[in-house]
């Protein structure tokens, strides 16, 4: 499951790869990195980061361990601070290489970074994805891009467009819907795909926790920088936590459904727990039941709410049994094929990058796009329901014309949207 392969295989076509996907040169006419470019002969690839922030500091380091081949040349994050923290932390690693002149900071930064590689590592708030997508695709870009896709349906049709045209530039487009990588989650899906729950009916998943972190506002910081700053609590920046964080169950929803989305949902919502300003205008709950063509239903749960019961766990329920995933490891069938994963832990992160960089190496690329977009569609659906209180079809999600948040971007007053009253709050 791990297709790493040696620096000096496939050379040749890996070489025409970089140059036919738009690349701007291979490691002879790029010298940023120093004197250790040329690893083995081989070509290297150049990999950038925008979005120097806990996760995509991971996706850097997991890109950097995919392969010798693998150089980090580019940071760019809106922040000074996110970006020094960054490029500290991952100066340790062997396939560091980012000097001075390649680290970016500002709303623009990533324009810069995609400038400067082969691969760029998308991870900052979703708000950003479809218009850095867009334009990293456009550059002629590989691409890893941390979920969710986008916040809104305009986002998503912008999503899909560019996923298409990657997969017409032969352009590798991975994902960071993490299951769909996970060793287990895999042997779990084959499974069901192959009848051992028979026909599945319906589907529950759950991902119900505490808080998560917040950082106070400084006397210093304008609306939109706090907004950043703090931007899983507004549902321009994040989506809401359904999109935002529930998103890999709802993906999981769709593993189970061999990728069958929903047709329709309805849903409640609220905010209850995390009422105070600092948590900007976000729910702390949802539940939705999505309903789908060939009958089946989706009852999905997420709650964000200090010392309450915490669950995390998807389940499918067949005619032959019931299929339980918690988390990467505990993977679980019950009912006429009793099965459970008894095999080592897998590191789904590692695994993404792992066949993201041999994809690259092979001409074969990944193409992550359908389902990245559609499983993001699901939760912008969910919290349309929820938001509004009605019922929201597939169509109504995909080709709504609401756009989220400012369509230009600078360091300045940016209000508070209302919190939103299931009823009142109207579908745009
Ligand atoms: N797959 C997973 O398991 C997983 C886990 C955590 C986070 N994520 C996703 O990764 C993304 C980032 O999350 P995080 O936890 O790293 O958040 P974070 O706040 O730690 O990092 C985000 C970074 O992006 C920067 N940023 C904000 N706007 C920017 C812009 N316009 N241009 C450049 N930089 C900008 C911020 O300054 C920050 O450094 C989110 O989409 C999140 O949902 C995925």
Redesign the pocket.
């Given at each position: 499951m791990n297709p790493i392969e040696s620096s000096n295989q496939n050379t040749n076509s890996r070489r025409s790869f970089l140059k036919g996907a738009g690349a701007l040169a291979t490691t002879a006419l790029w010298t940023g990195a120093g004197s250790h470019v040329h690893a083995q002969g081989s070509d290297v690839i150049r990999v950038g980061l925008?979005?120097?922030?806990?996760?995509?500091?991971?996706?850097a380091v997991q890109a950097m361990d995919a392969g010798d081949d693998v150089r980090l040349v580019a940071l760019?994050?809106?922040?000074q601070d996110?970006?020094d923290?960054?490029r500290q932390n991952l100066s340790v690693n062997k396939n560091f290489a980012v000097d001075q002149a390649h680290c970016f900071v500002?709303?623009d930064?990533?324009q810069k970074v995609i400038e400067s590689v082969d691969v760029v590592l998308?991870?900052?708030?979703?708000?950003?994805?479809p218009m850095?997508l867009e334009a990293a695709i456009e550059a002629g870009k590989h691409v890893f891009c941390?979920?969710?896709m986008a916040v809104d349906g305009p986002g998503v049709r912008r999503v899909m467009a560019a996923a298409q045209k990657a997969k017409e530039k032969k352009l590798a487009l991975c994902s960071?819907?993490?299951y769909r990588y996970n060793g287990p989650t895999r042997e779990l899906m084959a499974k069901v795909h192959d009848g051992a729950i028979g026909q599945v009916q319906c589907v529950h998943v759950t991902y119900n926790t505490g808080g998560l972190?917040m950082y106070p506002r400084q006397a210093a910081w304008t609306d939109m920088e706090w907004q950043?700053?703090n931007?899983?609590y507004f549902t321009w920046?994040?989506g809401d936590h359904n999109v935002?964080?529930h998103?890999?169950s709802l993906d999981t929803a769709a593993m189970y459904l061999n990728n069958e989305y929903p047709t329709e949902c309805v849903a409640h919502g609220g905010r209850q727990a995390r009422t105070e300003p600092e948590y900007g205008h976000i729910f702390d709950h949802h539940a939705v039941v999505y309903e789908y063509a060939s009958g089946a239903r989706c009852f999905s749960y997420c709650r964000q709410q200090p010392d309450t019961q915490s669950d995390v766990s998807d389940w499918a329920f067949g005619t032959k049994g019931r299929a339980l995933k918690r988390s990467f490891n505990y993977h679980e069938i019950l009912g006429e094929n009793e099965w459970k994963y008894r095999g080592k832990p897998t590191d789904a992160?590692q695994t993404e990058h792992n066949e993201l960089f041999a994809s690259i190496r092979k001409g074969e690329p990944v193409n992550d796009g359908d389902f990245m977009a559609k499983s993001t569609l699901m939760g912008i659906m969910g919290r349309m329901a929820s938001y509004t209180g009605k019922k929201i079809t597939w169509d109504m999600a995909l080709n709504s014309q609401e756009v989220l948040g400012p369509t230009s971007?600078e360091m300045g007053p940016l209000p508070v949207p209302p919190v939103a009253i299931p009823g009142k709050t109207p579908f745009v």
């Amino acid at each position: 499951m791990n297709p790493i392969e040696s620096s000096n295989q496939n050379t040749n076509s890996r070489r025409s790869f970089l140059k036919g996907a738009g690349a701007l040169a291979t490691t002879a006419l790029w010298t940023g990195a120093g004197s250790h470019v040329h690893a083995q002969g081989s070509d290297v690839i150049r990999v950038g980061l925008v979005g120097c922030g806990g996760r995509g500091s991971g996706a850097a380091v997991q890109a950097m361990d995919a392969g010798d081949d693998v150089r980090l040349v580019a940071l760019g994050d809106v922040f000074q601070d996110r970006l020094d923290a960054a490029r500290q932390n991952l100066s340790v690693n062997k396939n560091f290489a980012v000097d001075q002149a390649h680290c970016f900071v500002g709303f623009d930064a990533f324009q810069k970074v995609i400038e400067s590689v082969d691969v760029v590592l998308l991870a900052t708030p979703p708000h950003f994805r479809p218009m850095q997508l867009e334009a990293a695709i456009e550059a002629g870009k590989h691409v890893f891009c941390e979920k969710p896709m986008a916040v809104d349906g305009p986002g998503v049709r912008r999503v899909m467009a560019a996923a298409q045209k990657a997969k017409e530039k032969k352009l590798a487009l991975c994902s960071g819907f993490c299951y769909r990588y996970n060793g287990p989650t895999r042997e779990l899906m084959a499974k069901v795909h192959d009848g051992a729950i028979g026909q599945v009916q319906c589907v529950h998943v759950t991902y119900n926790t505490g808080g998560l972190w917040m950082y106070p506002r400084q006397a210093a910081w304008t609306d939109m920088e706090w907004q950043l700053r703090n931007w899983l609590y507004f549902t321009w920046l994040s989506g809401d936590h359904n999109v935002e964080q529930h998103v890999h169950s709802l993906d999981t929803a769709a593993m189970y459904l061999n990728n069958e989305y929903p047709t329709e949902c309805v849903a409640h919502g609220g905010r209850q727990a995390r009422t105070e300003p600092e948590y900007g205008h976000i729910f702390d709950h949802h539940a939705v039941v999505y309903e789908y063509a060939s009958g089946a239903r989706c009852f999905s749960y997420c709650r964000q709410q200090p010392d309450t019961q915490s669950d995390v766990s998807d389940w499918a329920f067949g005619t032959k049994g019931r299929a339980l995933k918690r988390s990467f490891n505990y993977h679980e069938i019950l009912g006429e094929n009793e099965w459970k994963y008894r095999g080592k832990p897998t590191d789904a992160y590692q695994t993404e990058h792992n066949e993201l960089f041999a994809s690259i190496r092979k001409g074969e690329p990944v193409n992550d796009g359908d389902f990245m977009a559609k499983s993001t569609l699901m939760g912008i659906m969910g919290r349309m329901a929820s938001y509004t209180g009605k019922k929201i079809t597939w169509d109504m999600a995909l080709n709504s014309q609401e756009v989220l948040g400012p369509t230009s971007y600078e360091m300045g007053p940016l209000p508070v949207p209302p919190v939103a009253i299931p009823g009142k709050t109207p579908f745009v």
